[in-house]
């Protein structure tokens, strides 16, 4: 029954989730912020719904490990999703073609809200209240990353070398004939619905880590946070095959700045002191996993290869395989 639950609320969560970035397209149109901005900011954060209330639902049931791995897994698998994504689109890298000086600012943006609870851990363990200090610096990093994002749309200060493979968002016109409102009420629904799954998601894997004898770590990094990824892998896919490549790119990073985020929010909801200091070494371990593939796509955005192995760029290579790698490592010690 467990396994049951578990398996329909992925499948319910891949389905509703999948139907966001049609929406998040044409609101990117209709609002005038861009693929990149809305990608990262409205579908970044709509498809991660279904984790946040895991890592919150599991850090309140004082189940530390789980929320965790939960949030740090879920930025991996989604970073992950880019190369499978890549694989996809067979016309060029997809790193190349979907150039934006908006993605390139969050994606370091990123590394900083990840590399925060680092310090933390290192840090004595000081929670007034049970809330550790750097939880409300990472909350007000992600904002000023948000208006940041936004000022670069506006004044960018950097624009990307414009060549036949570049796919622009105004190459794309939408014509849905639905109005503003109905889209934006549509698009709270599928976060409501994806929302609850995530709490069902959250619920089912602690009970089977605790059934099977899995660790929390394994369970929260390859279970839970794949499942609650679904929707990204999803969308992803989605926006790649529909040519809007900037919101495929923005909406990983966004979730993954968001995913971020339930660290901090896993801090306020676990009452047992500094959630930074209630996990292990494979917490830490997927840490730094999710700084070297931050780094790397970082890196693939820069450089703008057209076409690699396979007709993929070298950067999707060395993200599949260190996904590959770590969840092997983590699976063989149990």
Not at 26 to 32: E, N
Not at 91 to 117: D, F, R
């Amino acid at each position: 029954m467990l396994l049951l639950l578990f398996g329909g609320a992925a499948v319910l969560i891949a389905w509703f989730g999948s139907k966001m970035a049609g929406i998040a397209d044409i609101l990117a149109d209709r609002t005038g912020l861009g693929e990149a901005l809305i990608g990262s900011v409205l579908l970044g954060a709509g498809t991660s719904i279904s984790g946040i209330v895991t890592s919150i639902s599991t850090a309140s049931g004082g189940a530390p490990e789980l929320a965790v791995s939960n949030a740090l897994g879920g930025i991996a698998a989604q970073t992950m999703f880019l190369a499978l994504a890549d694989i996809g689109y067979r016309k060029v890298n997809l790193e190349h073609a979907g150039a934006s000086a908006v993605n390139l600012g969050q994606a370091t943006m990123l590394i900083v809200l990840v590399t925060i609870p680092l310090l933390a851990f290192a840090a004595p363990p000081f929670a007034p209240f049970g809330i550790h200090p750097v939880t409300p610096i990472m909350i007000g990093a992600y904002l000023i990353a948000l208006h940041n994002a936004h000022r670069i749309k506006l004044a960018p200060m950097w624009k990307p070398e414009k060549t036949a493979e570049t796919r622009s968002e105004d190459d794309d016109q939408e014509h849905d004939p639905r109005s503003t409102l109905v889209l934006a009420l549509s698009f709270a629904g599928l976060v409501a619905i994806v929302g609850s799954c995530g709490w069902v998601v959250g619920e089912t894997g602690l009970a089977l880590s605790e059934r099977l004898g899995i660790s929390q770590g394994v369970v929260g990094a390859l279970g839970t946070a794949v499942v609650t990824s679904l929707p990204e892998l999803v969308t992803t896919i989605a926006a790649v095959r529909a040519g809007a490549l900037q919101l495929a790119i923005g909406g990983i990073i966004g979730g993954n700045m968001f995913d971020a985020l339930f660290l901090a929010a896993s801090d306020i909801a676990y009452r047992d002191g500094s959630i930074y200091h209630a996990i292990s070494e494979r917490s830490l371990f997927w840490l730094a996993i999710v700084i070297v593939m931050t780094a790397i796509l970082l890196i693939g955005l820069l450089r703008r290869e057209k076409q690699g192995p396979g007709g993929i760029g070298w950067e999707s290579v060395l993200l599949l395989a260190i996904w590959l790698g770590g969840a092997g490592l983590q699976v063989s010690l149990g």
